[in-house]
């Protein structure tokens, strides 16, 4: 109803009200929410409560939603009753207090209680809050008489458009407020300024999510020229809430936090151990030391341990592709499976241990070449009925 | 026309690094030429190794190169120097080379067999020992020795081992007054006079291949005895030695029965001509990985390879390790394929091939081979 309200105040009063100070968003959003004094005895005029008192007859979509609204209610407070029983009960299995019993704790009791090696988190044994398990539901969109709380209401998608409203309305004041900076022939303020590098705009899931309403792709489209628009000012710092509700912080990059120092020997020299170098069956270390010569011992050989020439390429890729080839000693220690599982393994380390020794920008260019992932391959099993992994027997006709 | 500007930008890259010297005497090569390539005139190679001598993917290369050239390497300077100084009148002094497999112990051979043929050596060499004990064709000729009881012939190989000798010791037969000491009796009619040339003991050999075992027996103790009697200096040099104190050998007699090595008459003349107990000479031998099964290679030490008993045999000598490329004759070797266009492409091509083939000959030119 308050919605309503403002929406029609702010239509007939817009030069009394909106003066130039309060074309911050921030105003902007106490309009929105709550009406003041004088707005609502302009509203007493307005509004014909007589007639609306006549006809205060509940809408049959109002009693059909109420109908369905009480069956939800019911259903999510059996749910939380049993939620909490189960929560005692486990809390009483595990010896524990049940008053202090958080949800952490009965995640940990589940895991010891049910442990599953289900490769899918998502599909392992859980026991979460109702409210977390079942969908949420939108409250009913109208009064009892039908009337729709939300102005947008007819649009089909309240939420979304009211977004896209929203975001129109911070536009043009930040076009005002410019104005003003450039009449006054003020300079903009040099702190203020909206960090985005580290972020992106929610992904169409994700808004549909936090909406709970389904929207169209070319909706999202429309969504994201539209917030794009909104940075692009150059005050865009003034409604930096707004934007950073719709926005999603990146995940940092893992190996430019997690860079190992390297340690010394008794000779001066630094060098980085990477444990666990692990491709197909073989397990192995690699240890470098920087100012070196080249040298390469493998198992206490040098490169002629493996006999074909792929492995040895192998082994050599991230050196060349660093230019370290000379200016480093390599030391592995390798054992199990077969010349090209164990050759990869050691690729793999060399590169992963070279990260302590080599510049930013060869670090990027090793991750886009792959040298800083591990290959997670496996061998596939042998299927029953044929002759290995996915091939067939041969077709016969008969 | 783009391969004339290929002949013309190799040329020019190979003017710029030198990777040939002119000094094709093995007699007065030096430290200096340590890494460089020598030409072998084709004449002097066809006339020692047109019947083996060097291996088979070499030979494919030179036939490739139109021109056979050798590195100077330092075992090779090494046994040059050793053979300049040694004194004559002593027992002959027995070097072993070594290495690992493709390090180039025969070519290292060779350029000493060279250095035999320039010096005015009696050449005594044996491409490759496997070849009559290991290697299997499907007609091996074999036959019970009539002279020695218990023993076994091969009388092709034989021949053929004396058709060799013959064609790398030509000037020296041919010109050489070396007479035989004894008579040699065949049979009832063919005997061989004493005081007769050497080439004629050769010549029956090659001519009536059932006495060739017999001919080469005769000729090592006659060698031995002109060595002894300064009538002429000998070289000897045996590859794939190890092969001879190998238990077994893959030879079979006509009854299933297996041969050992000692039970061949030709391995008893090569072993009886590699005792110390002669002068004038200079014996070169090689231990070889590749003379032995795989089951057999885990070490390319001579101890291992030659077992207790060659060991204790040839004790003492001189072991001479072949090893890998140094970095001047990795790019020297490098500079020469580019030479013959064997290798292309940009120069940061050669650090791969350095690591790929760590700095084996024989992976080098393998690797290179498809490039």
Known sequence: MSLVMSFTVKNLLPATICS?????????????????????NVLD????????????????????????AKEHDEFMKRQHL???????????????????????????????????GIYDPAARPLMKPPEEVFPARKAAEFDEAGRPHHFLFYTGKPSFFKV??????????????????????????????????????LTKEQLEQSLVESIKEIEYENFKVVMERLVS???AYLCKDFIEKYRKPLAMQRFALEIPKPSYDEEGRAFITTYECLRKKARGEVTIRYPGSGKISINGKDITYFEDIQPREQVMFPLIFSGMQNSVDVECHIEGGGPSGQAGAIRWGIAWSLRSFVEKDMLEKMQVAGLLTRDHRRRERKKPGQPGARKKPTWKKR | MFSRNWRVLSRAYSQAVTFRTSEISPQHQNDKQIGLFYTLKQDTCKELFSNGGLPKSFMKQTKTFTETTLMIRQPALDLINCIKSTDFNKPVIRYVLYGEKGCGKSLTMA?????????????????????????????????????????????????????????????LLKSSDLK????????????????????????????RIKYACDVIDALISEIKILSNNKQCKTFVAIDGFNSFFYPLTRLNTPTKKKVKP?????????????????????ILLSADQLAVPDENQDSYFPRYLLRKQGFEYLDPFVPIEVGRYSDKEFLSCASYYRDRLWLRGPPEIETELKFTSACNPFKFMEQCAPL
Do not use: C
């Open chain 2, 111 to 171: 350029h000493m067999i060279h250095y035999a043929y320039e010096d005015g050596y009696l050449i005594v060499h044996v491409p490759w020992v496997s070849e009559w004990l290991r290697r299997v064709p499907r007609h091996k000729e074999m036959s019970n020795s009539q002279t020695r009881e218990g023993l076994v012939d091969l009388p092709l190989d034989a021949a053929a081992w004396l058709i060799h000798f013959k064609s790398q010791n030509q000037t």
């Open chain 1, 82 to 116: 049993e939620f909490n029983i189960g929560k005692r009960h486990l809390a009483n299995m595990m010896g524990e207090d049940p008053e202090t019993f958080t949800q952490k704790d009965v995640d940990r009791a589940i895991e010891y209680l049910f442990p599953s």
């Open chain 1, 164 to 201: 896209l409203y929203d975001a129109a309305e911070h536009i043009q004041a930040l076009n005002k407020f410019e104005d003003k900076v450039i009449r006054k022939k003020a300079t903009p303020d040099p702190n203020g300024s909206l960090k985005l590098e580290g972020s992106v705009w």
């Open chain 2, 262 to 282: 000692d039970e061949v008459t030709l391995t008893k003349s090569f072993l009886e001509l590699t005792k110390n107990d002669w002068n004038n000479g200079i």
């Open chain 1, 233 to 235: 000012s150059p005050y």
């Open chain 2, 180 to 207: 035989i000491s004894k008579e040699y009796v065949w049979s009832k009619r063919e005997k061989t006079e004493s005081g007769a040339p050497l080439s004629e003991l050769v010549e029956h050999g090659i001519a």
């Open chain 1, 20 to 40: 130039i100070r309060s074309n911050f968003p921030s105003s902007i959003h106490k309009y929105s929410t709550g009406p003041s004094k004088t707005s609502s």
């Open chain 1, 45 to 68: 005029h307005l509004t014909d409560w007589e007639t609306l008192s006549k006809n205060r007859k509940t809408s049959k979509a109002m009693k059909a939603y109420l109908e369905r």
